[in-house]
């Protein structure tokens, strides 16, 4: 049964610093990965997806990446800012295109000013 | 776009009674999801779909019952509310594997 581990549960970082968010899973027969923020009272928002056969996936300050054979996934923040405080959740997908979604219980980033 | 859009956003049970967390995309996606979130849990998956007229339990879907007549509609059902049930319900959803989107959030409380 795939698990989803997300340590630490909680981080406190100054304003600027660069950051690693990390994600293990136990079954590396993954579809795809994915990034997600979830700011307090709202949903989830997708940050990024990335596929089995990518190593990483880049958006503006946010880089992804992906070690199948490991079964790690980090979440690289570049000088994080306030803004940057939520709970990040990664969520992996097996057994194929079909396979559900098992959530890891999240980092809550706190960046101060 | 609006996305995945659920109603109500907050409400409050008696136990025993039963009410319905609707939600709509209009992403014309396949699959829909209803996921509940506690505290300390994770995400847990009560039920899916695949496309209309089909629908499939997820990790804990006892005390639910879920429909898909359309693409764009999946109500979640409660029938007979009880405290273990209060939670977030978020309904999601996405093509075959591909990127997930959520709505706000339901939130219910059971008294």
């Known amino acids: 049964k795939q698990e989803v581990t997300q340590i630490p549960a909680a981080l406190s970082v100054p304003e600027g610093e660069n950051l690693v968010l990390n994600c293990s899973f136990t079954d590396s027969a993954i579809y795809n990965l994915q990034w997600f923020r979830q700011d307090p009272g709202k949903g989830l928002t997708s940050l990024l997806l990335i596929q089995s056969s990518q190593r990483e996936q880049t958006s503006g300050r946010l880089n992804a990446s992906l070690d199948k054979s490991s079964g790690r996934s980090t979440l690289y923040i570049a000088a994080s800012q306030p803004g940057d405080s939520a709970t990040y959740l990664c969520?992996?997908?097996?057994?194929?295109?079909?396979?559900?979604?098992?959530f890891g219980k999240g980092t809550k980033l706190s960046v101060k000013p | 776009n609006a996305g995945v859009t659920q109603t109500p956003k907050f409400r409050i049970l008696k136990i025993g009674q039963s009410m319905t967390l609707q939600c709509t995309q209009d992403m014309n996606h396949n699959y829909m999801y209803w996921y509940r979130q506690d505290p300390g849990m994770g995400l847990k998956l009560i039920y899916y779909s695949v496309g209309a007229g089909i629908t499939d339990k997820g990790e804990v879907p006892n005390g639910y019952n879920v429909s898909r007549s359309t693409t764009e509609d999946f109500p979640l059902r409660l029938e007979l509310a009880a405290p273990s049930q209060t939670s977030v319900y978020f309904c999601a959803s996405n093509w075959l594997g591909g990127e997930l989107f959520f709505g706000e959030g339901s939130r219910l409380t059971v008294l």
């Open positions: 969520a992996v997908r097996g057994g194929g295109s079909q396979g559900n979604l098992i």
